[in-house]
């Protein structure tokens, strides 16, 4: 579903505010072309941001730890955090230095991590986190034991305190500087799926998801 929801005075956007989107299907995009995210938190130690491996189901967010890391054990005590997500997609070179700029796609995320308690839930959000990164391995790797399912928390964060700003297009150089003799344009950054390597002592023969990956 396309709706948006009211930005509160966290994600409220005030500089280039003609940039921010509240939609939920333009927060979602960000979102599911993203394999990590940045999460952001207080503990009596100081400020931290840590990456971490993320996906989405529906409205939530999710990500998964070792329970003994620090970053569970400080989500899960029900802290405040921010999650941010940034895809890079050029260089705005413009005739100005000032005038340069970059762009992106972004997304910041805010609210508490709960963590899924139902073991049924961990496993189907595991699974479907396997089938983000690839579709159709989760049926051909070995599932996750009990001990390793024990040793793993799994946690999500719901989308409702969100916003996206997205920055796309050429150079906006005042009128003065249009006759500056420098080039200006975008140089388009993308992230590429290069050609899959396999390992060594692995004698299979590569499954759609590995032969399609640079398609």
């Known amino acids: 579903m396309n709706t948006s929801s009211a930005p509160t005075d ?3 956007i005030r500089r280039l505010a003609e940039l921010a989107s509240y939609e939920q299907a333009s927060l979602h995009a960000v979102i599911d072309a993203a394999y990590l995210c940045h999460i952001a938190f207080q503990d009596a130690k100081g400020t931290h941001c840590i990456p971490t491996a993320c996906w989405r189901q529906d409205g939530y ?4 730890g070792s329970n003994g890391g620090r970053l569970t054990k400080i989500l899960t005590s029900g802290i405040q955090a921010c999650v941010t997500i940034t ?6 070179m413009a005739r100005s230095a000032f005038n340069h ?3 992106y796609r972004s997304a910041m995320i805010y609210g508490c991590f709960e963590k899924l308690g139902d073991e049924a839930d961990k496993h189907l959000a595991l699974a479907q986190f396997m089938e983000k990164l690839a579709p159709g391995r989760q049926a051909q790797c070995r599932p996750g034991n009990d001990k390793e ?3 793993t928390t799994v946690m ?3 989308l409702d305190e969100a916003a996206v700003k997205i920055r796309s297009g050429g150079p906006e150089d005042a009128e003065e500087d249009m006759d500056i003799p420098v080039w200006a344009g975008v140089l388009p950054l993308v992230q590429v799926h290069g050609e899959p390597i396999i390992d060594s002592l692995c004698s299979m023969a590569a499954p759609d998801y590995v032969r399609n990956w640079v398609r």
């Open 61 to 64: 967010l999710y990500i998964h």
């Open 149 to 151: 399912m024990a040793a």
């Open 156 to 158: 999500r964060i719901a």
């Open 101 to 103: 700029a970059m762009n």
């Open 87 to 92: 895809h890079l997609d050029g260089l705005v």
């Open 10 to 12: 966290c994600t409220r």
